[in-house]
Nanobody, 122 residues
Framework: QVRFVESGGGLVQAGGSLTLSCKVS????????MGWFRQAPGVEREFVAA????????DYADSVKGRFTISRDNAKNLVSLQMNSLKLEDTAVYYC???????????????WGQGAQVIVSS
């Protein structure tokens, strides 16, 4: 069973930065495409960023391009999301996800973390 431990969420002022981390166990981390998604209250979950198993490919939602950076460390089974220039609309629960995908980005993710709350205040 694939398990996730997400950390790094919290409260930050607009314009500030946060880094989310997701440590994965119970699977073959180095073979997974990893993604970050977010869900704000009353809104459907949306894609934020993804990174291929070898870090050679990344993908971002238009709303976060140039502000967020996804990275991974296969030796540590860790994927991170560096979030800069945070905006009020970035407030959401952020979810880490994993998929053993044949192509990038994957159409769906089978494995999901429990979520980390990010609140951006004015």
């Amino acid at each position: 069973q694939v398990r996730f431990v997400e950390s790094g969420g919290g409260l930050v002022q607009a314009g500030g930065s946060l880094t989310l981390s997701c440590k994965v166990s119970g699977g073959t981390f180095s073979s997974y495409t990893m993604g970050w998604f977010r869900q704000a209250p009353g809104v459907e979950r949306e894609f934020v960023a993804a990174i291929s198993w070898n870090s050679k490919s990344t993908d971002y939602a238009d709303s976060v391009k140039g502000r967020f950076t996804i990275s991974r460390d296969n030796a540590k089974n860790l994927v991170s999301l560096q979030m800069n220039s945070l905006k009020l609309e970035d407030t959401a629960v952020y979810y880490c996800a994993a998929e053993q995908a044949q192509h990038f980005p994957p159409d769906d993710y089978h494995y999901w973390g429990q979520g980390a709350q990010v609140i951006v205040s004015s």
